[in-house]
C-alpha cells in the first residue's frame, strides 16, 4: 500500500479496527509505574507482566523504595516474567538513576527516556503516550504485525514502521494507537491464524488480497489438473 492510499483510507480502516478491539486494561497510570511495566513486558504475556508489575507496586509503591530494593527479592517478585534475572537488576538500575538525577520524576522526552538501561523507542514512546498523554506511536510486536499485514508498513523494522505510520496515522489519533492495535492484534489479526472471516479491513488489507490471490491460483491449479 502507497502512502496516500494509506492515509486516504486510514480513517476507514481505523474504524474497523476499532470496531472489534475490545477495551484496553492499564494496569497502571502513573508515569513510573508504566515504565517498569514496560520494561518487564518484554516477551511476556500481558497479563504475567501486570501481576509481576502488580508484585513489585505492592512491596515496593514509590521509585525511591523500588531503588534500595534487594536484588534477589526483587528478582523473587517477577520470576515469571522472561529474562526476569536481567529485568529485575534493570527495574532497581532505572529507579536509581531516576531517584538520583531526576529526583524520581520521569523524563517527558524521548531522547531522555531512551538514555536509561533497557528503555528504547518502544517503551519510551509507550511512557509518552499511556502516562503523559504526549503524542506517541509505540510500535510493539502486535502493531507491527498488523501494519505490515494491512499495508500501512513496508518493513519488518518496527523503527522504519515508526516512521511510517507517523505519516500516516493523524496526529490527533497517535494517543490511544498503540492499545487499540493491541487488542487488534491479541483478538482478531492473531500471530499465527488471522481471523479474517470477522475482519471489517478486507477489503483495504494488502495480506488478505494477497492471500486470496494465492488459493484463487491453487484452485485454478488444482481444477486444470482434474479436466486433463
Ligand atoms: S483482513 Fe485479516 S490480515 Fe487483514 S487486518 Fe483483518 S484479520 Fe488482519
Redo the contacts with the bound molecule.
Keep these: 500500500m502507497n502512502l496516500a492510499k494509506g492515509r486516504s483510507t486510514f480513517d476507514a480502516v481505523y474504524s474497523e479496527?476499532r470496531k472489534l478491539s475490545p477495551d484496553h486494561h492499564f494496569e497502571f497510570r502513573d508515569p513510573f509505574w508504566v515504565l517498569i511495566t514496560t520494561i518487564l513486558s518484554h516477551r511476556t504475556k500481558d497479563e504475567v507482566t501486570d501481576a509481576a508489575a502488580r508484585n513489585l507496586y505492592k512491596r515496593y509503591g514509590t521509585c525511591e523504595s523500588l531503588a534500595g530494593a534487594d536484588y534477589s527479592e526483587v528478582s523473587g517478585l517477577i520470576s515469571k516474567v522472561g529474562f526476569y534475572t536481567r529485568k529485575a537488576e534493570r527495574v532497581i538500575e532505572v529507579s536509581r538513576i531516576l531517584r538520583d538525577r531526576y529526583n524520581c520524576r520521569v523524563p517527558e522526552t524521548i531522547e531522555k527516556l531512551m538514555e536509561f538501561p533497557g528503555v528504547g523507542r518502544k517503551t519510551a514512546n509507550v511512557v509518552l503516550a499511556d502516562a503523559m498523554g504526549i503524542p506517541a506511536i509505540a510500535v510493539d510486536t502486535h502493531v507491527q504485525r498488523?501494519s505490515r499485514?494491512?499495508g500501512w508498513s513496508l518493513s519488518d523494522d518496527p523503527e522504519a514502521t515508526e516512521e511510517r505510520l507517523r505519516k500516516i496515522v493523524p496526529r490527533d489519533m497517535w494517543l490511544g494507537f498503540n492499545p487499540v492495535l493491541v487488542e487488534?492484534g491479541k483478538h482478531?489479526?492473531k500471530p499465527i491464524t488471522?481471523?479474517?472471516t470477522?475482519?471489517?479491513?478486507?477489503p483495504y488489507?494488502d495480506?488478505?488480497r494477497e492471500?486470496r490471490s494465492k488459493a484463487h491460483a491453487g484452485k485454478r491449479r488444482a481444477d486444470s489438473r482434474s479436466r486433463s
Excluded: W
Aim: aromatic share 16%; proline share 5%.
Design positions: 479496527i498488523v499485514r494491512i487488534f482478531v489479526c488471522p481471523n479474517c470477522v475482519c471489517g479491513v478486507r488489507c495480506f488478505y492471500e
